[in-house]
């Protein structure tokens, strides 16, 4: 498996300010990273992709000027809420991909992000 | 393109009494499937998936499921559920050309009654 944190694990902030989340691979180097969106009793939202030392590749819809990543390291990720709105309080996840043969994607244990 | 169904968005059962949450998937080509399960405020736990092989497949806390090419379902079973499994459960699909693309289905809540 894999071990993900995230910090903070909730956060409550007001609106206009900005707000970062980490996440981070403990135990392994994470080379791609993913984050999601979930909103109350529904599933997760895939936002974008986050790749070490590039660009992250954002899904239709979400503004990536409005949501900042940075995969500076093979270990960390982070989101960065810019100008967050109430709109934007959700539960925030992210995940990391091992290509160990097992295919599989390794969720931390989120972030709730309530802007005020 | 690959889609996921579950079609109980709620399930409750009697502690103790077995349980099938279900799930059917769609897509032109093959993939991998997994369930995932969330407990309140938390990110999702892995609980199986199904790559190759046996088309059972046992997974942590005593739940297993069931690989069916035909029916393209993968539905979930315990033979006898504890309050500490309310949770919500999601089945998930990658594609093989795309493992890294995970596609959930929409969750269904287990809720257990002592």
């Known amino acids: 498996g894999a071990v993900v944190s995230q910090h903070p694990s909730w956060v409550i902030c007001k609106s206009g300010t900005s707000v970062k989340i980490e996440c981070r691979s403990l135990?392994?180097?994470?080379?791609?990273m993913f984050w999601y969106r979930q909103f109350p009793k529904q599933s997760l939202m895939l936002m974008a992709t986050?790749?070490?030392?590039?660009?992250?590749?954002?899904e239709q819809g979400v503004e990536k000027d409005k949501f900042l990543i940075n995969h500076a390291s093979l270990t960390l990720s982070t989101l960065t809420v810019t100008s967050a709105h109430p709109e934007d309080s959700s539960f925030y996840i992210c995940?990391?991909?091992?290509?160990?043969?097992?295919?599989?994607?390794?969720f931390g244990p989120g972030t709730r992000l309530t802007v005020l | 393109a690959q889609s996921v169904t579950q079609l109980d968005s709620q399930v409750p059962v009697f502690e103790e009494a077995p349980v099938e949450l279900r799930c059917n998937y769609s897509?032109?080509?093959?993939?991998?499937l997994f369930w995932y399960v969330q407990y309140p405020n938390q990110g999702l736990q892995l609980l199986l998936k199904y790559l190759s092989g046996s088309t059972l497949v046992k997974g942590i806390n005593g739940f297993e499921a069931e690989f069916n090419k035909s029916q393209t379902s993968f539905h979930l079973r315990k033979p006898s559920v504890h309050i500490s499994d309310t949770a919500e459960y999601f089945c998930a699909v990658t594609p093989y050309s795309s493992a890294s693309k995970i596609i959930f289905g929409s969750g269904t809540r287990l809720s257990i009654r002592p």
């Open positions: 995940s990391v991909y091992r290509d160990s043969g097992a295919d599989t994607q390794y």
């Open positions: 897509s032109s080509v093959s993939v991998y």
């Open positions: 986050s790749n070490e030392g590039s660009k992250a590749t954002y």
């Open positions: 135990d392994f180097q994470a080379t791609t």
